[in-house]
């Protein structure tokens, strides 16, 4: 849900289409799916109006999502259109051939400008926790700020890049920054 609201279905860019693969901009405050199929605030329902043709009623999610991001992020989500793509995708993920990089804003003061953390990331919450843990919540995240984090309009955490190198294609896409203002309204940065 964005601000208690259910995004609309045109809110999902298609960032890669393809036989085997889809991949679209996760809003955020979006969850991948939900046992309880009347939700209807979810990246699953929303794939499922914008895409009936992809729909595959043999899954109990209808799509074969190859990997999640939490509620809160966005990003690039990948689907695998058929079994045969979804066991590729699913072996590059196992083997850690898969690159993702994410963009944060982080609470506290860093000396540079950028703060590059190379960790394998791939458990829950992982970069969340890390981030937390080196003094540096991500903004916005109420988990980790010991619930203290309710100003911010969403979690400033956005996964950017998703590179997916198989033999039968190669998925690389990497995602504008959306902690700006042209390309999100509600961004105001606190530089005057």
């Given at each position: 849900m964005i601000n208690g609201k259910r995004p609309p279905f045109s809110t999902v860019e298609v960032l890669y289409n393809s036989e085997n693969f889809l991949v679209v901009n996760k809003p955020y405050d979006v969850v991948l799916?939900?046992?309880d199929p009347s939700r209807t605030d979810t990246l699953e329902h929303l794939l499922q109006e914008r895409f009936p043709e992809l729909v595959d009623e043999s899954l109990t999610h209808r799509f074969?999502?190859?990997?999640?991001l939490d509620y809160s992020t966005s990003g690039p989500v990948c689907v695998a259109l058929n079994k045969k793509a979804a066991g590729h995708a699913g072996k590059a993920f196992c083997q850690k051939q898969v690159v993702?990089?994410?963009?944060?804003?982080v609470r506290g003061h860093i000396r540079e400008d950028?703060?590059?953390i190379n960790k394998a990331i791939g458990r829950r919450h992982q970069l969340r926790?890390?981030?937390q843990s080196i003094g540096h919540p991500i903004v916005g995240d109420y988990t980790y700020s010991c619930r203290q984090d309710t100003t911010p309009y969403r979690m400033m955490l956005h996964a950017q890049k998703l590179l997916i190198p198989l033999k039968e294609e190669v998925i690389d896409i990497e995602t504008d920054d959306p902690f700006v203002t042209t390309f999100d309204p509600q961004w105001q940065s606190s530089e005057r």
């Open positions: 799916n939900w046992d074969r999502f190859v990997h999640r993702k990089q994410y963009l944060a804003l950028h703060l590059s926790v890390h981030c």
